[in-house]
């Protein structure tokens, strides 16, 4: 028998033949935590603290001038945002909510009803239109009083990739229609199944063609009232066309969801950290898999060797976008692609919201300050909620964004104040270009 006396046995070897004395079921025990703790941190899965929490989730925190009308008159009503979110509980992750997202939201069949718009240089838009009339059962109709005019009709952006068919688009599209609004999605170009039919492909910054939708929206119906919601870089585009149209934006309010803010910090970001280069990877990919559908015209444009072997975004963008634009660097073309420099210039009301734990458009990039100037715009942050993904309740059915848009927009349209000024402002604005040739522009197809 050895003796650790005298140091004649090695302690190390002494510590291994404890070690495999151990049986190996409690190696695999252990493992098994280790996995555990390290998935709990990989997801930032916070169900301890929403059980240390009593499940009553956290308030959200606004962010607003003190001298701010539109969260006196509107926002100050919304009981959504003076409430508390919870995420639900089997998806308390923001990884988990954005990752499911498209896989977990549901809604009933519709169709919408396609509208081609054609933009100022050829390009082509599918503006894809569902009615009001089209999901109600004539409960909203009330006693048939209400005219076209009546109902007002918001503008939906979609993010990234996404287009009308994207489940949560389809889901805030049904949910508006259903509660008295018109929409119409305003498809990005060369999305929604539609060719590229000019020399200019959709980007992170192409605010203008969003531009010219909203002008011959109104053109096309000057006595209804305009809004817009955009989701995740949808959002991006709607508040970088707020503010650079600043005071001739014809809407009378916006929602930015889940926005980027800044691209050039976003594009930090996404090289940070194991499931942000994931997210790289994969929205990289997908904007590789658009882009083929309309190869020539990138081939043309930009440069397509650099596109297939791009690995990320930013790859992506700098051999498409950038070159497309002219710009010099990659961080150029974000500069100027960012929503965030042209917040304080939004003068219409603007409701934003983003999750602190959105693991794709960082909370560093919120410009909280230019939000806190500007008396126009109110930013809702939660805690918790993912990438344009909030879910909530036992089911996880219902997306708490998409009841925080119904509710500020219905408050906003009902706000006598707020909802009739901006329109008799805008209107001798838009009155003078007022063209003959709207109809011209626009066929529509039942898609
Ligand atoms: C609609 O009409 C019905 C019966 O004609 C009436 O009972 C109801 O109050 C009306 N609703 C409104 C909102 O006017
Ligand atoms: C701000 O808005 C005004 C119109 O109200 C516009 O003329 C101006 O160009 C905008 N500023 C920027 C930086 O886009
Ligand atoms: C962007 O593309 C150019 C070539 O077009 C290349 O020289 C440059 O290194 C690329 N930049 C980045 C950041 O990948
Ligand atoms: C609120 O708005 C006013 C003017 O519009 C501005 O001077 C002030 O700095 C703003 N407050 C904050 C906290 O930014």
Redesign the pocket.
Known sequence: METVNGGSVSPYKLLFRALSLIPISHYLLILFLVSIVYVYNLLEIHILQDIVGGFRGDSVSLSFNSSSDVYKEVVSKCQLLHGRYLATPWLSSPHLQTILLNVLVKTPSFSYKREIFRTSDGGTIALDWLMNSDVSEASFQVNGTNTVADIPLVIVVPGLTSDSKSPYIRMIAYDMAKHGWNVVVSNHRGLGGVPLTSECFYTAGKSDDLGEVVNYLHRKQPETSLYAVGTSLGANILVKYL???????PLVGAVSISNPWDLLIGDRFFTRATMQRFYNRVLGNSLKGAAKLHQETYARLSDWEGIEKSRSIRDFNNYSARIAGNFETIDAFHRWASSA??VT?V?VPLLCVNAIDDPVCTDEAIPWDECRKNKNIVLATTQHGGHIAFFEGMSGKSLWWIRVVEEFLSNLHASPTMSKQQNSDIEHEFCKHAPAEIEDQAELTIW
Do not use: A, F, K
Not at 243 to 249: F, I, S
């Open positions: 503010g650079e149209d600043g005071v001739n934006v420099r042209l210039n003068s």
